[in-house]
């Protein structure tokens, strides 16, 4: 069937104050996207990591950057070398830090200036419960947030984990940031439809991209 709106330029769809939906904005660098992704897999691979609580995220993780951000037995940490092998991370590729900076400086946030990139991967059944993103040192700077493969639905609460969420589909290269007085909501993604994506195959893959230190 022709595609009527694969041409569309981006758009932007407000969630709340400080926090925007940069829809389709990440569509033309997608493949680039993910081919750097399998680069970075290759040198460290997706792991399914366990919570301090014991539990088996089914959400599988790799970082690139400066340090990354992973949990084991001990807590929730970001570090310069993966736990699990001893390695540092790769480093971010250009094209993944100047999409951040300029994504979050479309959405009002000028000066970032990421150093952490977390990589999810999504499988059929997998998902994030409510969770706030409160381990970096500098809460002024904004989440910037690129998915990428099979569809998504995205909550986005409040401050508690118990207001209702917001709930929005997120497709392949839709981009969210959200900062200033959204910083710490709570957010997350419930599991995953199985399906085909014509790029990424079975899966969705999510790039977090962060100011740690
Ligand atoms: C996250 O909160 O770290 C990831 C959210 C997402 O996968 O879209
Ligand atoms: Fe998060």
Known sequence: MLDLFSDEAPWQEPLAEGAVILRRRAREEASALLAAIAAIARQNPFVHRITP???????????????????????YQYSERDNANGQKWPPMPDLFRTLAQQSAREAGFSDFTPDACLINRYEPGAKLSLHQ?????????????????????????????????????????????????????????????????????????????????
Not at 145 to 154: D, E, K
Not at 163 to 172: I, K
């Open 133 to 213: 993103d409160k381990d970096e040192k500098d809460l002024r700077q904004p989440i910037v947030s690129v998915s990428l493969g099979l569809p998504a639905v995205f909550q986005f609460g409040g401050f508690e984990r118990s207001e209702a969420t917001q709930r929005v589909l997120l497709e392949h290269g839709d981009i969210v940031v959200w900062g200033g007085p959204s910083r710490l909501r709570y957010h997350g993604i419930l599991p995953l439809k199985a399906g085909v994506h014509p790029d990424a195959g079975p899966y969705r893959f999510n790039l977090t991209f962060r100011r740690a230190r």
């Open 53 to 75: 609580g014991g539990y088996r995220m089914s959400v599988a993780m790799t970082n690139c950057g400066d340090v990354g951000w992973s949990t084991d037995s001990r807590g």
